[in-house]
């Protein structure tokens, strides 16, 4: 009785769990192969850059940009009191490059672009398209896969600069005209602390964020059972792992790039 | 090496698709109990049987969707079980499958559908695509229709759309999977009509997955009845149709009187 409990609440859900992701390792390996032989379908490429720029570019803006106003807000409530006000700034555009940019974009990347292709993806399996696919001799992965892990390595750092600025605007516009911080005292402040291995790092995090999600929807579309109900799931499962992923992973990131700094 | 040597020319009657004690099981479940026959060039074969009998899983290992436990496949002379991926996508080019429920891409027109492959797999330049597309379509009667989208287009069309596709590349074998599946009894008339037209101008060898008893009499050359994954008869139409065997007599009689059990 005490045995069955322990397997099927404990045994079970850890060897499903490592199933799940040795799957997705060989999924991620088998695609990184393939990214390297011919052909390479760039008008897929591109399709597929402008969709996932077109569809995450507003979720993006709208929440990166008051997270910038209230992260102006909490930081002047501590420094300002302090009488280092002047560092306000500075704080900001710090902990926008290396952590809130990166995070905040590839979150809003899974949840619009990454739910969206698996659901495109597991569609297309359950109605046998990538089936179709196969038997007319164009391996699906080079041709709806692929195409897909370009467009997020490619996008997620150019939304994460884009998500930086627009951050720092929402910033500047609470401190300079709400709080009445001095113009130029903000403008300075910025370039105090912050160094091109701070905007390397970011950059290097979304990529690695753009690929998490490429992997994870991808594997989770393409590889689809279940029909209606388990499109649904597909699309639902990739936004959490993704999420979850990213939290755990920007912890370990963050440690390497700069605990020692 | 086989997968280097060119595909060659089938003579009519000659075995194209060779298949030898071939079994198949998922989990506990056998699907496809030693199956033996030999597919012969320029025929039409039906495999005809209960739903829940292994056709569309038989079709499948043919075009090498799936793998067999054991036994042995040779298609166009490939042992399609050995193939690695390229051997495999080199004989997928000479096998057009029309799936049961058409797999149309449904972001793409019926053009961008139809032509596909040739646009991956030959140098063609647009116009020759064109008139290549405009030439299927017209053989499976929907002329025209080069701009529509999939979803505008009925069961019957998408269906016929699918083996436009399938046809696009003029392979040498074609395969149907359930042709007449969920269709009125008209449309049904009409693509067993398409197949047996399609056989007449180009020839080729056709391999159908069905349930439909009277259309199979109508384009079969040679007929295979799958039950419960094992080959009950494989013969000629005409042999097949007056065979004694109990489980024959029932399914062609549609009656539940009988051994056979609906899946």
């Not at chain 1, 709080?179 to 701070?198: H, Q, S």
């Not at chain 2, 436009?164 to 009509?193: H, K, Q, S």
């Not at chain 2, 050359?221 to 009950?232: E, P």
Request: hydrophobic content about 45%; charged content about 20%; aromatic content about 8%.
């Amino acid at each position: 009785m005490v045995l069955g409990m322990i397997d099927k609440y404990v045994v079970q859900p850890v060897y499903n769990f490592f199933d799940e992701v040795g799957r997705i390792v060989l999924f991620a390996m088998e695609a990184i192969t393939l990214l390297f032989r011919p052909p390479l379908f760039w008008r897929e490429i591109l399709t597929e850059s402008h969709h996932v720029a077109t569809t995450c570019i507003i979720p993006v803006v709208c929440t990166v940009a008051p997270i910038g106003c209230i992260l102006a807000i909490q930081a002047l409530n501590i420094l300002r009191p302090l009488g280092v006000e002047k560092l306000m700034s500075s704080m900001v555009v710090i902990i926008m490059v290396r952590e809130l940019s990166p995070a905040m974009t590839s979150i809003m990347i899974a949840a619009q672009a990454g739910t969206s292709m698996a659901a495109e993806l597991g569609t297309m399996r359950v109605k046998e398209e990538i089936e179709a696919q196969d038997v007319m001799a164009v391996n699906p992965i080079q041709y709806l896969v692929i195409p897909r892990f370009i467009a997020l390595f490619i996008m997620c750092p150019i939304l994460t600069v884009i998500a930086f600025f627009v951050g720092m605007a929402g910033s500047y516009v609470i401190s300079v005209y709400v709080e009445g911080v001095n113009k130029g005292a903000f403008l300075t402040g910025l370039w105090t602390y912050l160094e091109m291995y701070d905007v390397g790092g970011a950059i290097f995090k979304s990529c690695v964020f753009g690929l998490v999600v490429a992997v994870i929807s991808c594997y989770k579309g393409f590889y689809v059972t279940g029909g209606a109900a388990g499109v649904g799931r597909a699309a639902n499962d990739a936004v959490v792992i993704c999420i979850t992923t990213f939290l755990i992973l920007n912890y370990f990131l963050t440690s390497i790039l700069w605990i020692t700094m | 090496m086989a997968s280097k040597e060119e595909f060659r020319k089938y003579e009519t009657g000659e075995p194209i698709v060779t298949v030898r004690n071939l079994s198949k099981s998922f989990g506990s479940l056998r699907v496809l109990k030693d199956l033996n026959c030999d597919i012969k060039a320029g025929e039409t074969t039906v495999f005809l049987g209960p739903s829940g009998t292994g056709k569309s899983v038989f079709i499948k290992h043919i075009v090498g969707l799936l793998k067999p436990d054991e036994g042995e496949l040779e298609v166009m002379g490939r042992n399609v079980p050995t193939l690695g991926e390229r051997e495999l996508y080199e004989l997928r080019k000479h096998l057009g499958l029309a799936f049961q429920l058409g797999a149309l891409f449904d972001s793409l027109n019926v053009y961008d559908n139809v032509s596909f492959p040739l646009s991956h797999h030959t140098r063609m330049r647009q116009k020759e695509i064109k008139s290549r597309v405009a030439e299927v379509l017209e053989l499976v009667g929907l002329p025209g229709t080069e701009n529509k989208l999939t979803t505008e287009l009925s069961t019957g069309q998408q269906k016929r759309v699918g083996l436009a596709r399938a046809l696009a590349l003029n392979p040498t074998i074609v395969l149907f999977d359930e042709p007449t599946t969920g269709l009125d009894p008209i449309l049904c008339t009409t693509i067993d009509e398409l197949i047996l037209k399609l056989k007449t101008e180009l020839g080729k060898t056709f391999i159908v997955i069905s349930h439909d008893i009277e259309g199979t009499w109508n384009m079969a050359d040679q007929v295979g009845v799958l039950y419960q994954g094992t080959l009950l008869r494989y013969g000629r139409n005409a042999d097949v149709r007056r065979d004694d065997n109990i489980f024959l007599k029932q399914f062609f009689g549609r009656t539940e009187d009988g051994p056979m059990i609906g899946v």
